[in-house]
C-alpha cells in the first residue's frame, strides 16, 4: 500500500520559514521525478517546485530564490524549504510525482502566511 504524508505546514508572519517533508511509504521515491503542489480554495493544484529523479530542482518563478526543493532518499522523503514567506504562498501543499501523478495524494498540510 502506498501512502503520502505531507507535514510541517504552519501559521506564520510574513518573512518567516518553513520545512515540508512529504513522507512516502510503499514504494521508492528515488525512482520518481517529484513535484510539490499547492491549492487555493477554487483552484486546482498547481505545481510550486519539482525536482527530478536525477535531483535537480526546478521553481516557480514566484518561489524562485525563497524555495529549496530536495530529497532525502534515505528516508524515502521529499523535502521543500521554504523561506521569506509572503501571503501569496498561503495553501495547501501536496506532494505526487511528475509528470504523472502515479501515487496517490496525501491529506496535504496546510501554510497560513498572515500577519
Known amino acids: 500500500q502506498v501512502r503520502v504524508v505531507e507535514s510541517g505546514g504552519d501559521l506564520v508572519q510574513p518573512g518567516g520559514s518553513l520545512r515540508l517533508s512529504c513522507a512516502v511509504s510503499g514504494t521508492i521515491v528515488s525512482d520518481y521525478n517529484m513535484a510539490w503542489f499547492r491549492q487555493t480554495p477554487g483552484n486546482q493544484r498547481a505545481v510550486v517546485a519539482r525536482?527530478?529523479?536525477?535531483?535537480?530542482?526546478i521553481y516557480e518563478a514566484s518561489v524562485q530564490g525563497r524555495f529549496t526543493v530536495s530529497r532525502d532518499d534515505a528516508k524515502n522523503a521529499v523535502l521543500l524549504q521554504m523561506n521569506n514567506l509572503n501571503p501569496n504562498d498561503t495553501g495547501a501543499y501536496y506532494c505526487n510525482s511528475f509528470p504523472w501523478n502515479q501515487l496517490p495524494w496525501g491529506q496535504g498540510t496546510q501554510v497560513t502566511v498572515s500577519s
Open positions: 525536482v527530478t529523479a536525477g535531483g535537480s530542482p
